[in-house]
């Protein structure tokens, strides 16, 4: 179906690309974009993590995350505590319930690429993805 000398980015793409679809498509109610569900993952899985951190965890700059935390904050996922001078933030009973939500559809996305490559060769790849991603950050 591919030619065989396409370089790795088409494929990265065509990943990422039918991945919010999957995700956007089970989640489609929860009116949350895919570009904020890692956010939101994070949030989730670090209850009262500062904006700073989280432009630093993903690699993006604050006035991004601040407008990204705006949007999640605006449809009820998040809250936003001013502590000194920073702001913590906070799920949500609404966003704790999407965050898990994503996460189990992050999980059984993940499980239908171990049927496709096998469980030994999906290890492979994404300690491949990581370490590439580690290098490149």
Do not use: C
């Amino acid at each position: 179906m591919f030619d065989e000398n396409i370089p790795t980015v088409p494929f990265i793409s065509i990943l990422y690309r039918e991945h919010a679809k999957y995700l956007n498509e089970k989640v489609k109610d929860e009116d949350l974009s895919f570009g904020l569900y890692p956010l939101l993952i994070k949030i989730y899985n670090n209850e009262g993590i500062i904006q700073e951190q989280l432009a630093q965890n993903f690699h993006l700059n604050e006035s991004t995350i601040t407008r990204n935390l705006k949007k999640l904050e605006d449809k009820g996922f998040i809250e936003r505590i001013p502590e000194k001078r920073t702001k913590r933030i906070e799920i949500t009973d609404k966003g704790a319930e999407t965050a898990q939500k994503v996460m189990d559809y992050d999980e059984e996305w993940d499980s239908k690429i171990k049927e496709i490559i096998g469980p030994k060769e999906y290890d492979n790849f994404k300690n491949a993805l990581r370490k590439i991603s580690e290098e490149l950050i």
